[in-house]
């Protein structure tokens, strides 16, 4: 009897616990959707419920350019970062050269140097060869920090692969090229894949760096937000914020929703195997 | 037969300063099953790995149907490989596995759903083309993975420790199935593996290596029965091993040796007296009698006897503690633990294995040289 209301008060602090890490995470989201409803301008109370912000959101130019300009870039470094990485990746699995370790090495630099020391260190070498600051700039500086991320998280999905998959595939007829385009990289896809969003998220909300490496006319989403600070942030940011987190959310679902799915058709198969 | 499909002249492979393959001479024949054995690091996949392609020797000369193929891609040679980790593709069906090879060489799809399911239905995988490697036993990517390999119509197939990660019954199976798989197809295996049952019940021929050396090439029964090296004598089987040195030949042409444990007599008709030879005879041509039996002088003591079902095992102290192996049908009459025996042999039945100028000696044969060599002694 006791036992029993002991388990039970474990299970009843176990799920308050959890619904407050939940409550800590979603609440400050929770917050911002509602208040891109509310008709007052200052967020303290909600009076009432509108679409004007999104509206507003809509035609406020300097703040979807930003957006679009945060898009680009993040897009853009990601796929070089993501193509150099993985063949670096690659290369190093496959290699024995020598300096190995000192290139292992100097790839955690740029993940452990303070962001603010990279960034001064872009910047003063893009004016030392005159690069013009602008997307281009920043999209270079991007890609700087991306590339350790994509290596890493590869490089983790190629520790389990065996090269004999790669020589059956070269015995069997594939030259070269078709053994790293057809059997390599779907093999490791997931390891890319996984490298590629780590690296998108990253330049999207990217401020130091992007601090230094940006022109005049090629502000980004967040170093607009934090122009807006100092003036008040107005509701349709939060419009727009509410759109990236639904959209965030979207394609996290889709994600689960599709791994679920796989997870599903193994054990079927699994199952009828038994049953044989 | 002998005709053969794979030549090996004069190999060396060298990794930096480790010198892994020493000389290899070796022909493959056209359709036999040979199999390559030898402990451990001895060389015999980087032996594999030179035929499939993978490996490029140091120098010498590997031909595969008469050409050379030191410039040719894996791919270009017509030989395919099995792996011992199967290497499957994970990402494809097992229909796509098997099917790879024809789509690169671009035979067309219709051909090639037919083929695959030949190649299925060989290896008795029927119905299985929609699965995922990861989906099936290890038994079955065995199949797989020689499936995809024999659909390509090698002439040589490589199997590099194929069953080596299956348990012993599956094992077993596989052997027969290889065995019989090999015979309806006419082609040729190389066959790597370090157990040496499983050589000796497969094949037509077996290569012993040993430290990047060939040591005997030959049918289980000449490598079982007459082996030339002390290696090969003391790997494949049990055997009793004596260092000796030959002293004289006998009027009935028997050739009396000098051991540490003791005089013995072998029969063979090279010699050269004073010379350091092996002789080696297996248990159970190994006798242990209670009397002395002329020509040889080794009195033991038996230690114990072991019943292994239609055989009795026992073993004999030398005086000069070695251990001799005696194995004898189950029911003859078996000496007891403590008593003393005589061991001997048929001379005929041991091998003797000159170890070091065993190339002098075959010089001299092929000149024709031997009659005069043993006769003068
Ligand atoms: N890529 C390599 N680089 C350097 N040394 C190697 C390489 N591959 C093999 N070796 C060495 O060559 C020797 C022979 O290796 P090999 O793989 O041919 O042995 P094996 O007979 O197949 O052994 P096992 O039965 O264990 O598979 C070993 O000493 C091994 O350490
Ligand atoms: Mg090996």
């Known amino acids: ?276 | 037969m002998a005709k053969a499909i794979v030549e090996i002249k004069n190999v060396n492979k060298f990794y930096g300063d480790n010198h892994v393959v020493k000389d290899l001479d070796m022909e493959i024949y056209e359709g036999e099953f040979l199999s390559i054995l030898g402990p451990s690091g001895c060389g015999k996949t980087t032996t594999l790995r030179m035929i499939a392609g993978f490996e490029q020797q140091t120098d010498g000369v590997i031909t595969v149907e008469g050409e050379r193929v030191e410039n040719k891609e894996p791919f270009e040679r017509n030989v395919n490989t099995v792996f011992q980790s199967y290497a499957l593709f994970p990402h494809m069906t097992v229909h796509d596995n098997v099917a790879y090879g024809l789509k690169m060489k671009k035979v067309k799809k219709a051909e090639i759903a037919g083929r695959v399911e030949d190649a299925l239905s060989m290896v008795r995988l029927e119905g299985f083309g929609k699965r995922y490697p990861a989906q099936l036993s290890g038994g079955q990517r065995q199949r797989v993975a020689i499936a995809r390999a024999i659909i390509n119509n090698p002439r040589v197939l490589l199997l590099d420790e194929p069953l080596g990660a299956l348990d012993m019954k599956l094992r077993k199976q596989m052997q027969i199935e290889l065995k019989n798989l090999q015979k309806q197809l006419g082609i040729t295996f190389v066959y790597v593996t370090h157990d040496q049952e499983e050589a000796l019940t497969m094949s037509d021929r077996i290569a012993v290596m040993s430290g990047g050396v060939l040591e005997q090439i030959g049918t289980p029964a000449e490598i079982y029965e007459k082996p030339t090296t002390k290696f090969v004598a003391d790997f494949i089987g049990e055997t009793n091993l004596f260092e000796a040195v030959e002293a004289h030949v006998r009027d009935d042409g028997t050739v009396c040796l000098n051991a540490e444990a003791g005089e013995l007599t072998g029969a063979d008709p090279r010699f050269s007296a004073a010379e350091l030879v092996y002789l080696s005879v297996r248990p159970e041509k190994t006798l242990a009698s209670e009397s002395p039996v002329t020509g040889f002088s080794l009195r033991g003591t038996v230690r114990e006897n072991i019943y292994i079902g239609t055989v009795v095992k026992s073993t004999v102290v030398l005086q000069n503690g070695q251990e001799i192996r005696v194995s004898s049908i189950a029911g003859a009459p078996v000496p007891a633990a403590g008593s003393a025996r005589y061991i001997h042999w048929n001379p005929g039945d041991a091998v003797i294995i000159h170890s070091k100028s065993n190339t002098i000696l075959d010089l001299m044969d092929s000149l024709d040289l031997g009659a005069y060599v043993a006769g003068g002694a």
């Open chain 1, 1 to 276: 009897m006791r036992k029993k209301r002991k388990a039970a008060a474990k299970k009843y602090t176990s799920r308050v616990f959890s619904a407050l890490v939940y409550l800590f995470l979603y609440a400050p989201i929770a917050v911002v959707i509602l208040f891109s409803f509310n008709t007052s301008r200052r967020n303290v109370l909600f009076e009432g419920f509108t679409l004007d912000w999104y509206k507003q959101m809509a035609t406020n130019h300097a703040l979807l350019e930003s957006f679009g300009n945060t898009l680009a870039v993040a897009g853009v470094s990601t796929l070089i970062a993501t193509v150099i990485g993985t063949l670096t990746a690659i290369a190093m699995f496959r290699y024995k050269f020598r300096g190995k370790t000192i290139i292992d090495l100097l790839l955690y630099i740029p993940v452990v140097i303070p962001e603010i020391v990279l960034g001064i260190a872009l910047l003063s070498v893009f004016s030392l060869v005159h690069v013009p600051l602008g997307l281009g700039s920043m999209i270079v500086a991007h890609v700087t920090f991306q590339i350790p991320f994509v290596v890493f998280t590869v490089r983790a999905r190629l520790s389990g692969f065996d090269r004999s998959i790669e020589e059956a595939a070269m015995d069997l007829g594939a030259n070269r090229v078709r053994v790293l385009t057809g059997i390599t990289i779907p093999i490791i896809a997931p390891g890319i894949v996984s490298g590629a969003v780590l690296a998108f998220t990253l330049s999207i909300d990217d401020i130091i760096i992007s601090f230094f490496t940006t022109g005049a006319r090629s502000t980004t989403f967040p170093l607009k937000i934090m122009e807006l600070v100092r003036s008040g942030v107005s509701p349709d940011v939060y419009a727009l914020s509410t759109i990236i987190i639904l959209a965030t959310f979207v394609v996290v679902l889709i994600s689960q929703i599709s791994v679920y799915k796989a997870n599903q058709r193994a054990l079927k198969s699994k199952y009828k195997e038994k049953q044989k």
